[in-house]
């Protein structure tokens, strides 16, 4: 992928947050994002939403990477390989569309961050074609209450798109939580 495909905005507010309205114990996030600029080469996304469902069962869902795409439109296809913490992944996930139309489906290998029940991601250095740098994305799994806050976020650093990386990512990240609620909830 070629650094063009992606908005790279120096004139990014500091923070853009987008909470919905929520009438529980965990009301500031019931769905949230937000993007903060750090520096030219440094932003932060993150997302979260509350799902009417114990842990156990977002985490089920999760990391159920067979039928993962079944559900999950964009972003987070799937995963395979070692899944454990420091084990070698592949992670599948589409990131925008070719100039068809066609979803950008990309394959990208992972040193995983695995904590069995509460938290997966990785920590890799991005390809040097699309900036270089580094891209920190984990999921979480908290209980809140008898539901679950399902967190996801990434940290771009050292990338000159690091802005143009997030501010796509937000929706899409957005977009998969909501679905992830979606096949929990029914």
């Known amino acids: 992928m070629k650094p063009s495909l992606f908005f790279a905005t120096s004139a990014f507010a500091a923070v853009i947050s987008t909470p919905l309205m929520a009438d529980t114990a965990c009301d500031a996030t019931l769905m949230f994002g937000s993007i903060t600029q750090l520096s030219a080469t ?5 997302t979260s939403v509350l799902i009417d469902a114990a842990p156990a069962e977002v985490w089920a869902t999760l990391t159920d990477f067979d039928v993962m795409d079944t559900w999950s439109s964009g972003t987070l296809q799937g995963m395979t390989g070692d899944i454990k913490d420091g084990g070698r992944v592949t992670v599948t996930f589409i990131f925008g569309a070719t100039e068809d139309g066609t979803p950008n489906m990309m394959e990208i290998p992972h040193t995983l961050i695995y904590d069995e029940g509460r938290v997966l991601g990785w920590s890799d250095p ?4 699309i900036g270089g740098g580094h ?3 984990l999921y979480r799994v908290e209980a809140c209450g008898d539901q679950t806050l399902f967190v996801q976020s990434d940290e771009i650093v050292g990338n000159p798109f690091a802005a143009g990386f997030v501010a796509q990512l937000l929706p899409m990240y957005q977009a998969f939580n909501a679905e992830l609620k979606a096949e929990i909830e029914g």
């Open 42 to 46: 440094h932003a932060t996304v993150d």
């Open 126 to 129: 991005f390809p040097e074609d």
């Open 135 to 137: 891209d920190n994305h």
